[in-house]
């Protein structure tokens, strides 16, 4: 479980990186996505951010080449940004949880649908 400290950064990490996406990364294969979580670990060395993208799994892939690419300079601004002693590195990862709960729903849409007839 991280710390209330962990939580803290995460959540700063994740405004911080949200304005930078918006404002200074001009690649166009970054353009739809959005950041849905950070997890930090206690130690504050190391932070994987969740993304959402729109659009088909290819999207998802340029996305993620489009952020590793960017990652060097998004570690420096956020590091310049949020101040602390060592700047988290940082990972990118697709968040499933939205297509999963898509899914879900979907399957409960079936299964009423099924009951009514």
Known sequence: MASNRAMRVGEQVKKELCDLLLRD???????FVTVT???VTGDLQQATVYITVLGEEEARTEA???LE????FIRSEIGKRIRLR???EI???IDESVQYG???ES???EVNRQDME
């Open 107 to 109: 399957l409960l849409r």
């Open 102 to 104: 898509n899914r879900i």
């Open 37 to 39: 979580g950070v997890d």
């Open 25 to 31: 990364i001009k690649d166009p294969r970054v353009r």
């Open 64 to 66: 993620l080449k489009g």
């Open 69 to 72: 690419k960017a990652s060097g």
């Open 91 to 93: 990972t990118f990862a």
């Open 86 to 88: 060592k700047t988290p």
